[in-house]
């Protein structure tokens, strides 16, 4: 399979305007997503899709691949449909948000993987054992999965409600990690399907999928994301790189 790796790197941010190229142990952010995306060993290639040229010569100078996209793209899955119209060859892309600096190649593997034996399989993201701190924030998404590891559904809210306790114990609660994974013609097929409901009552962009009748398979791991949206959380992603030194 021609699997692509595609970082959506969006300029405007409102809480951290230009935050593609905030400094991060002395590289700008994307840098640091591109090179940790590069360790993954089942795409063929890593590319940045962005909206601004300082973004894209920012890439450019560290010799990482880059296309330049349309700035009226209202989420990174649109962005990501621009590239997959582009890149025709491309069996699988894979979505890796651009402000995840500490992104674990691992995982971007995982998701390849699970195209590998199953033919039917269009759309695949990952979830990780929530922290109780996190249970009643509205930030970090939730998801309950069927049996079969296939997502029932996402939300902002607590998901399962612990009323009572199963035999065996309480249920985990288990957090959405936004990366994903999609077979290229359904990518295409996705982006272009009208927002739903449910998907613009909590904003979360994959209930559209759900919604449409569409499944989504979902892995576990104990990767522990560590995104970048605000001056705060910069603050920490350069503390963990000084406390690490990666």
């Known amino acids: 399979m021609n699997i692509l790796c595609v970082i959506p790197a969006r300029y405007a941010s409102t809480r951290l305007p230009g935050k593609p190229l905030a400094m991060i142990a002395g590289k700008p952010m994307i840098r640091h997503v591109y090179e940790r995306a590069k360790q993954a060993k089942r795409p063929g290639a890593v590319l940045v899709a962005t909206d601004h040229s300082l973004v894209y010569d920012a890439v450019k ?3 990482g691949q880059v296309m330049m996209t349309s700035p009226g793209h209202p989420t990174g899955t649109d962005r990501l449909a621009e590239v997959a119209a582009q890149y025709a060859d491309a069996d699988i892309m894979i979505n890796v948000q651009g402000d995840e600096p500490l992104i674990a ?3 971007i593997d995982l998701l390849a993987g699970a195209f590998d034996d199953d033919p039917e399989l269009t759309m695949a993201t990952l979830m990780t ?3 109780e701190s996190e249970y009643n924030l509205p930030s970090a998404v939730k998801v309950v999965t069927n049996l079969n590891g296939y ?3 996402f939300s ?4 399962p409600y612990p009323r009572t306790k199963p035999p065996g114990g309480p249920l985990p609660v288990y957090k959405h990690i936004g990366i994903y994974a999609y077979r290229r013609d359904f990518l ?6 009208a927002p739903t409901p449910l998907e ?10 759900l919604e449409h009748g569409y499944k989504i398979k979902v892995l576990k791991t104990d990767f ?3 995104g970048v949206d605000t001056p705060e959380d910069l603050e920490k992603v350069n503390a963990y790189f000084q406390k690490n030194k990666k």
């Open 224 to 226: 522990k994301a560590i």
């Open 61 to 63: 100078a560290f010799g």
């Open 200 to 209: 613009l009552t909590e904003s979360l962009e994959q209930l559209r999928a």
């Open 105 to 107: 190649p691992e995982v």
């Open 188 to 193: 295409l097929k996705y982006a272009a399907l």
């Open 156 to 159: 902002r809210s607590l998901l």
């Open 151 to 153: 997502a029932l559904y």
């Open 129 to 131: 054992e929530m922290d």
